[in-house]
């Protein structure tokens, strides 16, 4: 069973940058893909990006293009995501979610991440 632990969360200003971390834990980043999703009050939960096994990185959100950044350390099994020039609309619940399966690339289906975080608040106004 694997586990996830976002941090890094908080309050932001408008244009502001912020980084989240995601901890894993009972399976390796080096072999399996890790995504970052958000959730804003009232709003569905919004695929963002992800990085596969071998590094590869997908980008899901076209809204968010340009301004995100994901990276990971596999000794540390830690998987990072950096949002630059932040706007109030991006403030949401930021979660981190991992495919356990043997895909080599980031899946399209969000049904393939089976492990989640419980999620880090972000909050962008001034």
């Known amino acids: 069973q694997a586990q996830l632990v976002e941090s890094g969360g908080g309050s932001v200003q408008p244009g502001g940058s912020l980084t989240l971390s995601c901890v894993v834990s009972?399976?390796?980043?080096?072999?399996?893909?890790v995504g970052w999703f958000r959730q804003a009050p009232g709003k569905e939960r919004e695929k963002i990006i992800c990085?596969?096994?071998?590094?590869?990185?997908?980008r899901y959100a076209d809204s968010m293009k340009g301004r995100v950044t994901i990276s990971k350390e596999n000794a540390k099994n830690v998987v990072s995501l950096t949002i630059d020039s932040l706007k109030p609309e991006d403030t949401a619940v930021y979660y981190c979610?991992?495919?356990?399966?043997?895909?080599?690339?980031?899946?399209?289906?969000?049904?393939?991440?089976?492990?989640w975080g419980h999620g880090s608040q972000v909050t962008v106004s001034s």
């Open positions: 979610a991992a495919d356990p399966g043997s895909n080599l690339y980031c899946p399209s289906s969000e049904q393939h991440f089976i492990f």
């Open positions: 009972g399976i390796t980043v080096d072999y399996h893909a």
């Open positions: 990085i596969g096994p071998t590094g590869d990185i997908t």
